[in-house]
Structures are given as C-alpha cells and as structure tokens.
C-alpha cells in the first residue's frame, strides 16, 4: 500500500502514520519530493488491513498495490491448476462441458434428460434441486428427492453431478449427492455459505455474482479456499448492465482475466448469460474460443414445459449440435 500525504501534512502527522506501520511490524519507506509526501507499506498488508488510514490527520488518500486475495491468485501459484471432480480433470487439456435442466423437476424429466447428456458428450449432469428463485411463488425445487434422482442418474449414466447449495444447512444432503457443488450468482457473496463449502472439500463452482467485479469475484474464492479447499472452479455467467436484450451481458473478456489473475480454472454459461436458447450455441463457442476450460448449457428434454429457464435451455436437438460444434473448436484450438 502507498499513503499519499496531504502537500500541508506536518511532520507529526507522518512521524504518526509512520509509528502506526510500525506497531503492526510492518516496514514504512518515506518519500519526500518537492511536491509530494508518500509513505510505503511494505509487508503482509492483511496486519493492516484494519486500519482505516485515510482518516488519519495528514493523510490525503491511499492506494492499495497488492491483492487482498492470496491463494486465489496466479502471483503465489504460476501454475495453472487442474481440478479433479472424480476423476474428470477441469483445467486440462480437454473443455468439461456441464448440461442439464435449470431444475431436477421430476424422476422421468431426470432421467430422460440424463441419457440426452451422456450421448452428447457432456462429462457432467447438472440440475437445481434448491432453486434460489426470484419469486417465492416459483417452484423452489425438490430438495432432497431432487437430489436422489440426481445420484440415480449418475448410477445409470456415470455422469458426474454437479447441483446448487443455497443455504448451510443443504450443504450436507447437497454433499452427500453430488459430486461438485454450484455457489450460484445471488450467493456469490454469502461468507457464511463460502466458508461451509470451503468446510465441506467438496469441489465447488463458484458462480460470478449478479454485478460482481473481479476482484470480489476472487475474494469470494478466496473465502472457500481459505477453510483449506483448494478446489474452486470460476463459473462467468453474465452480469447486470444496461442491455435487456439480453437477461444478461456475458462478460467473455472475465476469461482472459481471470486466466491472468488466477491459476484456477473458469467455465462459462452461455445459458443464463443471455436467456435466449438461441444464442447459447455462439456463446458457447466463443467462451471456448475465449479460452474458457469448460461450459455450463441448461438443455430440457422439452423447453416448453420447463418449469424454469424455459426460454433459454436447448432442445436434445440443439444441444447435439451445439456439443459436434464445441468439440470441433476444441479440437482446432488445440493446435493453436
Ligand atoms: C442455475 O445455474 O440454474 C442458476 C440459478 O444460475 P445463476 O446462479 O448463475 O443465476
Ligand atoms: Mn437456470
């Protein structure tokens, strides 16, 4: 961090600044110009991170340099990381596509759907069983029946299962289920629910929240690996703008980013970054063109009658073709 002293600061008031670094076993570099006076925080700026510095008499304002998050960050981790969901490698070398229906609504609906998934190629079903809906008139899911059905499709089609925690209290039936656990847009920022699924070591997706910057994106994966799980994977899925066109603006530039930022992996979600079945499939190869190390794609066996997401899951039909056009990029991208 960088104080940067107000032109008419008094000597006391720096000697002050300077005695505060100082008590937290931190290290002050003074630099004084001609027109500027600035103090360097150098050290582990979590001991300071308490300090409400900018209200110190003298001070004109400060400037944070370092991160806040740590084990998130690729600064501290060069390496990319490859997270392992039983035995399929997210980060790896192949895109791990994640389809299913926005919600577990029936047996039959599970199933049937399943069986769509595994013959496309997908390596994962998804499928709410809680459902952080809008309107507490909505269907809100089958909670535990949901989840049953969950593990019987991955008995029948070896699937992996990834499904939505929506509060503490899910997150030991969620986790005895499912294979991966989904943190949704509304939850990104629950500490609460972070820490517990951080608890949990199960790995965990970590969806972008509903207007969430990077930087808290990457301190809410911070929260999970923080409780000691290190299996985070980012999932974009748009953000709030101004356009209603789309339900949201898919922020395929978060992918570099994060690529940058970050060693863990990111996927995105096509589906409920714009809520129309449409565009899934260009978005879908763009996040893959993007860089993007996997796909979530809401697919339903008949979108008519969904009971959520209707308008923007694939038909069996699209989702076929939008899984032959994905892997022939995917194939293409790797000899770039
Ligand atoms: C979902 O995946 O069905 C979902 C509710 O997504 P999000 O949290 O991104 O809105
Ligand atoms: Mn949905």
């Not at 001991?47 to 600064?75: C, N, Q, T, W």
């Not at 993007?290 to 989702?319: C, F, I, W």
Request: aromatic letters at 6%; a negative charge; glycine letters at 8%.
């Amino acid at each position: 961090m960088v104080i940067i002293m107000h032109p008419e600061a008094t000597q006391q008031n720096i000697d002050e600044v300077v005695s505060v670094i100082r008590s937290r076993g931190l290290e002050a570099k003074i630099m004084i110009g001609e027109q500027q006076k600035i103090i360097g925080v150098i050290g582990d700026k979590t001991k300071f991170a308490s300090v409400p510095v900018d209200a110190m008499p003298g001070v004109d304002h400060s400037v944070e340099i370092s991160k806040s998050y740590k084990l998130a960050s690729r600064e501290f981790h060069p390496e990319s990381s490859v997270i392992d969901v039983d035995g399929v490698a997210i980060g790896g070398a192949e895109p791990v596509i994640m389809a299913g229906p926005c919600a577990v609504e029936s047996r039959e609906q599970l199933l049937e759907s399943a069986e769509i998934i595994k013959a496309g190629g997908a390596q994962f079903l998804r499928g709410g069983a809680y459902k952080p809906r809008t309107s507490p008139y909505s269907f809100q899911g089958l909670e535990v029946e949901g989840l049953k059905y969950l593990a019987e499709a991955r008995e029948r089609t070896g699937l992996k299962i990834v499904t939505e925690v929506t509060t503490v209290e899910a997150i030991e039936h969620v986790a005895q289920y499912a294979d991966m656990l989904q943190i949704g847009a509304r939850n990104m920022q629950n500490f609460g629910l972070l820490k517990e699924v951080g608890r949990c070591g199960k790995p965990v997706l970590l969806k972008r929240g509903l207007a969430a910057t990077l930087d808290e994106w990457l301190n809410a994966a911070e929260y999970i690996m923080n409780e000691g799980n290190p299996n985070v994977v980012f999932c974009e899925r748009g953000i709030r703008t101004y356009e209603t066109y789309t339900r949201n603006t898919l922020d395929l530039s978060a992918v570099a980013a994060i690529k940058h930022l970050s060693h863990l992996p990111i996927i995105v979600d096509p589906s409920h970054g714009t809520g129309k079945w449409r565009m899934v499939k260009p978005m879908a190869l763009a996040a893959i063109a993007s860089g993007a190390d996997g796909l979530m794609m809401e697919v339903h066996p008949n979108p008519a009658k969904a009971l959520s997401d209707g308008n923007q899951s694939l038909t069996p039909e699209h989702y076929r073709e939008a899984m032959a056009a994905v892997k022939k990029l995917a194939a293409f991208m790797r000899t770039l």
